[in-house]
């Protein structure tokens, strides 16, 4: 093993919280047939968890797979922070984006997700073909279609909203509360660029999304419009 390998593990003993780490390990979900089954925590704050990632970003994209490839929920975190990190400086983001597409089975729960997909599949697929966002959409993997359609929040944030609105239609039948709040939260932030692009979402789609996803879509409308959308009546 490495040196690199080895301080940051002992850098992930320093941060560890065992009581906060019993909260984590209920808050992810990691119980038998739950989503995160089996996950492991250190109780090691996103906050934390950046630095660490601050500080070891210079190791190799070798060491940034075996820490990926961890048991430890932090650790895979801070491996895609790291990641992130690298991709802003890089001048190959291609070899950064496919890093991260063959090695997706590790970005296996919601927040490994939500904080690398847009950073760095979103950023590199921008000026690009988005057929891979519409492949990975239609995958028997809950973190693959929740990594295709959080990708599209690098797009929102550049007034994009063509492949969101795709892929939150294409996703209105999926079975998962993940995939709700995603779609929705994504939606939301689509309307707070413009309103009237989520509107007319809305209108063609809202009486057979999900309750979650139209929960969270509407989430900064006016109290009495949003009752007018969650009773059809709108």
């Known amino acids: 093993m490495s040196l690199g390998v080895i301080s940051l593990c002992e850098e992930l003993q320093k941060h560890a919280n065992p009581e906060k780490a019993r909260i984590l390990q209920g808050f992810f979900k990691t119980g038998r047939g739950e989503y995160g089954e089996g996950d492991v925590f ?12 601050k500080q070891f970003a210079h190791i190799e994209l070798n060491e940034v797979k075996k820490h990926l490839q961890s048991k430890i929920h932090e650790e895979r975190l801070i491996a895609l922070l790291i990641l992130v990190e ?18 997706t089975k590790h970005i296996n729960n919601w927040d490994l997700v939500d904080l690398s997909a847009d950073r760095i599949l979103g950023g590199y697929l921008f000026d690009k073909d988005k057929k891979m966002l519409f492949e990975l959409a239609e995958s028997a993997n809950l973190w693959k279609r929740r990594i295709a359609i959080v990708s599209t929040f690098n797009f929102i944030k550049q007034g994009r909203f063509d492949e969101t609105l ?17 779609c929705g939260w994504m939606l939301r932030e689509v309307g707070k660029r413009d309103e009237k ?25 006016p109290e009495e419009e949003r009752k007018k959308y969650l009773t059809g009546t709108i």
């Open 42 to 53: 250190l109780g090691i704050t996103v906050p934390q968890s950046r630095e660490i990632a």
């Open 86 to 103: 690298k991709y802003k400086k890089s001048d190959d983001k291609k070899e950064i984006a496919d890093f991260y597409l063959s090695n």
């Open 166 to 182: 795709r892929i939150a239609e294409l996703l209105i039948k999926d079975k998962h509360d993940l995939i709700h709040k995603a």
């Open 197 to 221: 692009v989520l509107k007319d979402f809305l209108k063609k789609n809202y009486k057979h999304m999900p309750r979650t996803m139209l929960r969270y879509a509407i989430e900064r409308f």
